[in-house]
């Protein structure tokens, strides 16, 4: 399985942007996670490959928007009203079986090189 996540650069506060996750091989849950300077890696957001399941971190729902597209092998995180707490690397990851622990960063097999986000104030 491998992983590429792209999308990501400089934007102002209040802009959006949207990253993408493009991946070879059947997965079972696609996840964003981010990690700013000096912090933990967290969890941003995931989707099962179904797309009938979608999560988000309090900290981005109403914000952030995760959606896939099988025929493209591609999940999609859109990011509007981008604060400047949001500037972080952000790495898409997936998850090859159940059960599906989204929002622990172990539960994944496969991680991405990682894109950086920065939102300026």
């Known amino acids: 399985v491998q992983l590429q996540a792209c999308g990501g650069g400089l934007v102002q506060a209040g802009g959006s942007l949207r990253l993408s996750c493009v991946v070879s091989?059947?997965?079972?849950?696609t996840g964003w996670f981010r990690q700013a300077p000096g912090k933990e890696r967290e969890f941003v957001a995931a989707?099962?490959?179904?797309?009938?399941?979608?999560y988000y971190a309090e900290s981005v729902k109403g914000r952030f928007t995760i959606s896939g597209d099988n025929a493209k092998n591609t999940v999609y995180l859109q990011m509007n009203s981008l604060k400047p707490e949001d500037t972080a690397v952000y790495y898409c990851?997936?998850?090859?079986?159940?059960?599906?622990?989204?929002?622990?960063?172990?539960?994944?097999?496969?991680w991405g090189q990682g894109t950086q986000v920065t939102v300026s104030s």
């Open positions: 990851a997936v998850d090859l079986r159940r059960p599906y622990y989204y929002a622990q960063f172990e539960s994944y097999d496969y």
């Open positions: 091989g059947r997965t079972y849950g």
């Open positions: 989707i099962t490959r179904s797309g009938g399941n979608t």
